[in-house]
Nanobody, 123 residues
């Protein structure tokens, strides 16, 4: 079993910054990609950012230039630094972790989701 826990929730004023953290723990052989998604009120969940096992990153166009995703492999943790937040960025932010498991004789990958953390941005 793998647990994925986000942290960093807090009310932010427009123009402010916030850093989210997400830690994975449990039965982990290694971690492949780590990513963030968000779901705004009344909207579908959308992908926000990803970082691969070798540190390559990519971001949703609507937030490019305002986001930085990083990871600490020793801590199985991924971070999302968000700057110049706007009310439209208000959403529940979810972390996903693609974990490689080592079952004797074979490897297999599973993606785990956190429960989400609310980021309200006031105008």
């Amino acid at each position: 079993q793998v647990q994925v826990v986000e942290s960093g929730e807090g009310l932010v004023q427009a123009g402010g910054s916030l850093r989210l953290s997400c830690a994975a723990s449990g039965s982990i052989f290694s971690i492949n990609a780590m990513a963030w998604y968000r779901q705004a009120p009344g909207k579908q969940r959308e992908w926000v950012a990803v970082i691969t096992s070798v540190g390559s990153t990519n971001y949703v166009d609507s937030m490019k230039g305002r986001l930085t995703i990083t990871r600490d492999n020793a801590k199985n943790t991924v971070y999302l630094q968000m700057n110049n937040l706007q009310p439209d960025d208000t959403a529940v932010y979810y972390c996903t972790v693609n974990v490689r498991h080592d079952d004797p004789g074979r490897y297999y990958d599973v993606t785990y989701w956190g429960k989400g953390t609310l980021v309200p941005v006031s105008s």
